[in-house]
């Protein structure tokens, strides 16, 4: 799927090289916002077992990752997750997402999540997308506050973020708010003259 500036795309084996050397360059960056991993993660072989599982999960309707590319360059800025995709009368998926530290600031995250709920509410028929953000990481929240999510409470000692347990601040949209704020904006457009 293509966005204004973006390309998202699930990811594919060929992509671990890349995927690895993004993760070392901005190792230091994330890794206050990541799990522990063990050594081997952030190798070859472990970029590439996180991708085939990747793949195994969108086979599977249980995962979508998608791989945030520049359209004008191609180059690999970050990654766009659905995970968890619960089905039956949930249709629900927990989201999350990095970006390469060169690029922050920029609206590429925030176009990246836009591009994935359009697929999440769209082409995999969620209902529902929702994700954390540990309560410091304010750029995250911003995000998900520009995308339309809507904060639903704080979740206390919810994920273990680099060794330690971490509240996260809970957000979500549905379906229907998505669709309407899509609306919205056809509305607000500025129409053509001619």
Not at 45 to 53: C, S, V, Y
Not at 127 to 149: C, D, I, W, Y
């Amino acid at each position: 799927m293509f966005t204004e500036r973006l390309e998202l795309r699930p990811f594919e084996v060929e992509d671990a090289e890349e995927l690895l050397e993004l993760r070392l360059t901005n190792r230091e960056f994330l890794q206050p916002l990541e799990p522990l991993r063990s050594d081997s993660y952030l190798t070859l072989p472990g970029q590439r077992t996180e991708i085939l599982q990747g793949i195994q999960g969108r086979q599977r309707d249980q995962a979508y990752i998608y791989a945030v590319r520049l359209q004008e360059t191609g180059r690999l800025l970050g990654r766009v997750a659905l995970t968890a995709v619960a089905r039956g009368p949930f249709q629900n998926a927990s989201m999350g997402y990095f970006l390469d530290r060169d690029h922050n600031g920029k609206g590429y995250m925030t176009e990246a999540v836009a591009g994935a709920l359009e697929q999440a509410f769209v082409k995999h028929r969620l209902h529902r997308v929702q994700a954390g953000v540990m309560p410091r990481n304010t750029p995250s929240m911003r995000v998900l506050e520009k995308a339309g999510f809507r904060r639903e409470g704080l979740a206390e000692r919810y994920l273990k973020i680099n060794g330690a347990w971490e509240d996260h601040v809970l957000h979500a949209l549905t379906a229907e708010e998505w669709e309407e704020r899509r609306e919205r904006r056809e509305r607000e457009r500025p129409k053509d003259l001619f």
